[in-house]
Each structure stands twice: as C-alpha cells, then as structure tokens.
C-alpha cells in the first residue's frame, strides 16, 4: 500500500487524496472542521443558495467532486442529490456515503439527506427538480503561476477540464425552481454564453453567480 500523501493542514486532513486513489471522509477532516467551525448558513454557499432562517431549499449538486459543498447543506437540514459522472470519483463518494452511514450520529442523519446518481448531470438534471441547482465545473486555469491544491490538481486528472460547463449552467437554468448557483474562481472571466448573474457573492478567491429563475 502506498503511503498517504503529506496533509497540508485543515483543508485535506482526513480526507482528499492517497497517492494512487482518491478518497472521501464525511467523518472528519476539512468536512469535520467546516461542519465544528464552518458558520452554518452564515457562509457563503448556504447564502448564495438561499438558505435563510427560516428556508432550507432542495438542492441538486450537480458536479459532486469531492462531495464537501454537498454535504455542507445538508448540514443544514436541506435534502441534496448528488450527480457525478466520472466513474472513480462516483465510487469514492459512494464509499464515503457509506462510512458516514455505518459512523452514526449526526454524520449518518446528514449523509441520510445525500442521494448519490451516477452520469451525466446534463442529461440527468430532465428528469429531476429541485429549488436549487449548484454547478462547481473544474475551473479554468489560472492567470497567475499559484499552483492550485494538489487535491484538486489530482481531482482534476479523474474528471478532466469540463469543458461543456457553459451546456451544463444552461440545462440547470432549464431545471432549477428558484436558482442556480455557480461557483467561479473570483477573479476568472465569466462562462461564454450564459446571461449575466442577478448578483453574485465574491469572496477572497471564490466567487458564486447566483442566477434567479423562479
């Protein structure tokens, strides 16, 4: 077996990557520490996503990855599928779905809340309803020479450079009954082809275009 890759702190602790697979933890972690520490619906996803105090909305994640964002909401009390289409990355969400299922507890309530799909969120999102629908593409590259994190450069080998995310914000603007929610590097060019966001939410290097459709 080959070692775990050296953790960085917080952000892969418990979870991320091994050398050779990816890996996904519910339990602990960034996703432990985000669920302790992360503000609940003060935070910029819940918030761009229209959780309020008194509304918790259904959501459609429909580029799952590591699953993180996914199960942050339904932390929140909200009801949330999950679409991935790469087959490996399916896989270890649906093992870290069922670790959560088998630790119990809060972590097992929250993860009762996550349906998992298999394909192609395009061609699922017809057939599917939700009040929300988030859309987190692998993003461009960057204009600066900062490497990104070596999780999500390793995410990115699995599930490529999604280059029909401009055909997948289309098909969630078809779907969504309230909104649809992109999350975008904050300094990055807007998606060709799509309208201009009702508003957005900027944040230090991330940034969530909000599209009202309701």
């Known amino acids: ?31 432990g520490h985000r669920l302790k520490f992360g503000g609940g619906r003060g935070q910029a996803l819940p918030k761009a996503a229209g959780f309020t105090k008194g509304r918790t909305p259904s959501v459609i994640d429909a580029t799952a990855g590591f699953g993180r964002d996914a199960f942050l909401l339904a932390s929140l009390g909200a009801e949330v599928t999950l679409i991935e289409r790469s087959v490996d ?36 999102l017809a057939d599917l309803s939700a009040d929300v629908v988030v859309v987190d593409p692998m993003h461009p590259p960057r204009k600066t020479k900062a490497l990104v994190k070596k999780e999500m450069r390793v995410l990115r080998q699995f599930v490529g450079a999604d280059p029909d995310a401009e055909e997948l914000v289309k098909a969630a603007l078809d779907v969504a009954e309230k909104r649809v929610v992109l999350k975008w590097p904050a300094k990055a060019d807007p998606l060709p082809g799509i309208k201009k966001p009702s508003h957005q939410l900027m944040g230090k290097s991330t940034r969530y275009d909000v599209f009202m459709t309701g």
């Open 89 to 124: 990355v399916h896989a270890m969400l649906a093992e870290g779905l069922e670790r959560a299922h088998f630790a119990g507890g809060q972590v097992a309530d929250i993860a009762a809340r996550m349906t998992l799909l298999f394909g192609d969120a395009k061609e699922l």
């Open 1 to 31: 077996m080959k070692r775990r890759a050296k953790d960085t702190g917080p952000e892969t602790e418990g979870d991320g990557f091994f050398e050779d697979r990816l890996v996904c933890d519910f339990t602990g972690g960034a996703v």
